[in-house]
């Protein structure tokens, strides 16, 4: 389905990886944290990276974002949707 609404948009979801108690997210400067300062929760799912002798890492929840640039580029394309952007 994202791939199909991609295709359809041209607006492709970002995904970053978060704590599991959701205290952050791994980016900016938490980017290269490999646990929560704030939890000390691992940012991988221990499980699986136990099982893959540490070689697959998966995060354990994932935050998806929209670029604003791209969804107002969208908004644009459409004339009805460009008057509606003027208020």
Known sequence: IKHHI????GIIPLAHNM???TCIAYTGSFRYFKCCPYCDKSCYNTI???ASN???KEPCQQLYTMPIG??????YCSKNSAQHMCY
């Open 70 to 75: 791209l969804q107002l580029q969208a908004l």
């Open 48 to 50: 699986q990276l136990a």
């Open 54 to 56: 540490r070689k697959k």
């Open 19 to 21: 704590c599991i108690n």
């Open 6 to 9: 991609a295709s359809l948009s």
